[in-house]
T-cell receptor, first 109, second 112 residues
Framework: AQRVTQPEKLLSVFKGAPVELKCNYSYSGSPELFWYVQYSRQRLQLLLRHISRESIKGFTADLNKGETSFHLKKPFAQEEDSAMYYCALSGGSNYKLTFGKGTLLTVNP | DAGITQSPRHKVTETGTPVTLRCHQTENHRYMYWYRQDPGHGLRLIHYSYGVKDTDKGEVSDGYSVSRSKTEDFLLTLESATSSQTSVYFC???????????FGQGTRLTVV
């Protein structure tokens, strides 16, 4: 079975502070990991995926297979980063795309 | 935005009635998914499809059925709606299980 765990429901930081949103996964094969973001009154959209190894809007995420983690980081949070963030896992051959429960990030001025 | 639309966008229905939600895509993507979004539960997979007439259950499939008779349409049916099925339902599409999934705008369903 595949599972995604986001331990923090809520995360509040001040503008300019570093932010880390945690994601742990459980999967027996080689997963594909994603971070999706949902801004207020907008559709869910892809933020980044581990296979592309890119930085989007200053966010990065590193896949740690030993710790089965895919934490999302940004060195200096901005108010416009306030949103719901979802970590997601695709198991590849079984076609499932499984999401965590999400973390609501609030960046205070 | 990717060509994906959900209908209806809002619906209120009575307990015990059947309800069908439609997801329509113009991207010719192979994979289609139905999720429900509830506070504290995030996005939970209901059913998904990996081709025409190829569907499988997700983690919360009880009380739901799906059909995909053509590439562009994926229908979600609540066979006999219950109050616990009050939720926001999202459809998503993707080319493969390794590529970006595109989401619809959601359907807010209220069962009274």
């Amino acid at each position: 079975a595949q599972r995604v765990t986001q331990p923090e429901k809520l995360l509040s930081v001040f503008k300019g502070a570093p932010v880390e949103l945690k994601c742990n996964y459980s999967y027996s094969g080689s997963p594909e990991l994603f971070w999706y973001v949902q801004y207020s009154r907008q559709r869910l959209q892809l933020l980044l995926r581990h296979i592309s190894r890119e930085s989007i809007k200053g966010f990065t995420a590193d896949l740690n297979k030993g710790e089965t983690s895919f934490h999302l980081k940004k060195p200096f949070a901005q108010e416009e980063d306030s949103a719901m963030y979802y970590c997601a896992l695709s198991g590849g051959s079984n076609y499932k795309l499984t999401f965590g429960k999400g973390t609501l990030l609030t960046v205070n001025p | 935005d990717a060509g994906i639309t959900q209908s209806p966008r809002h619906k209120v229905t009575e307990t015990g009635t059947p309800v069908t939600l439609r997801c329509h895509q113009t991207e010719n993507h192979r994979y289609m998914y139905w999720y429900r979004q509830d506070p504290g539960h995030g996005l939970r997979l209901i059913h998904y499809s990996y081709g025409v007439k190829d569907t499988d259950k997700g983690e919360v499939s009880d009380g739901y059925s799906v059909s995909r008779s053509k590439t562009e349409d994926f229908l979600l049916t609540l066979e006999s709606a219950t109050s616990s099925q009050t939720s926001v339902y999202f459809c998503a599409i993707s080319e493969s299980s390794y590529t970006e999934a595109f989401f619809g705008q959601g359907t807010r369903l209220t069962v009274v």
